[in-house]
């Protein structure tokens, strides 16, 4: 069966650019969305379609996707970035599926 | 906006059967799938099921046997039952709106911890 695979925790230093990687077979293939979640709150879409950004959500955040690997790039990390992100993608095999989830710590 | 609101019981008895159900203002179901995700405590996130406004469904293909979502548009609202559950059903259960096509959910309720325990 399809799925994805994030590495738990990323660390980075305020005003520095952090990298979520999501590895998936042939995820370059297709469309990775990607979710914000602090503590205690609902997901928040923060990339759809790869590289698309929602209204509301900052030029800092971008996505790409490649072969089989989905990056999520937050440039210029503030403290408020800190949170957990997952990505998210759809599979004919097993629908909609989301990665492990990685933890961003901004220290 | 398009709030969306879970309502059902939090405690479920092992065995029996959970029932949540997502409320929609703000828009009608038209035109967008709806979908249930959930979340055990400290762990990430599992897609259950979404559903289309023609009724036609997906589920998880490991909840499958156990799963049912419907829809009612006379009320604006979605719902999830979950047969048979033990402790390890124990979650946060969201409803969320789920783009087709390109899948991906843009509007998510806030969420409802739903306990199996006798």
């Known amino acids: 069966s399809f799925g994805l695979t994030q590495p738990p925790s990323v660390s980075v230093s305020p005003g520095q650019t952090a990298t979520v990687a999501c590895s998936g077979d042939k995820l370059g293939n297709k469309y990775v969305s990607w979710y914000q979640q602090r503590p205690g709150q609902s997901p928040v879409l923060v990339i759809y379609?790869?590289?698309k950004r929602p209204a509301g959500i900052g030029e800092r955040f971008s996505g790409s996707n490649s072969e089989n690997t989905a990056t999520l790039t937050i440039s210029g990390t503030q403290p408020m970035d800190e949170a957990d992100y997952y990505c998210?993608?759809?599979?004919?095999?097993?629908?909609?599926?989301f990665g492990g989830g990685t933890r961003l710590t901004v220290l | 906006q398009v709030p969306l609101q879970e309502s059902g019981p939090r405690l479920v008895k092992p065995a029996e059967t959970l029932s949540l159900t997502c409320s929609v203002s703000?828009?009608?179901?038209?035109?967008?799938?709806w979908t249930w995700i959930r979340q055990p405590p400290g762990k990430g996130l599992e897609s259950i099921g979404y559903?289309?406004?023609?009724?036609?469904?997906y589920y998880n293909p490991s909840l499958e046997s156990r799963v049912t979502i419907s829809v009612d548009t006379s009320k604006n609202q979605f719902s999830l039952k979950l047969r048979s559950v033990t402790a390890a059903d124990t979650a946060v259960y969201y409803c969320?709106?789920?783009?087709?096509?390109?899948?991906?959910?843009?509007?998510w309720g806030q969420g409802t911890l739903v306990t199996v325990s006798s």
């Open positions: 559903i289309y406004l023609s009724g036609s469904t």
């Open positions: 998210q993608a759809w599979d004919y095999r097993t629908g909609v599926v």
């Open positions: 969320a709106r789920l783009h087709g096509g390109l899948f991906y959910s843009d509007y």
């Open positions: 379609q790869t590289n």
């Open positions: 703000g828009d009608s179901l038209n035109n967008y799938y």
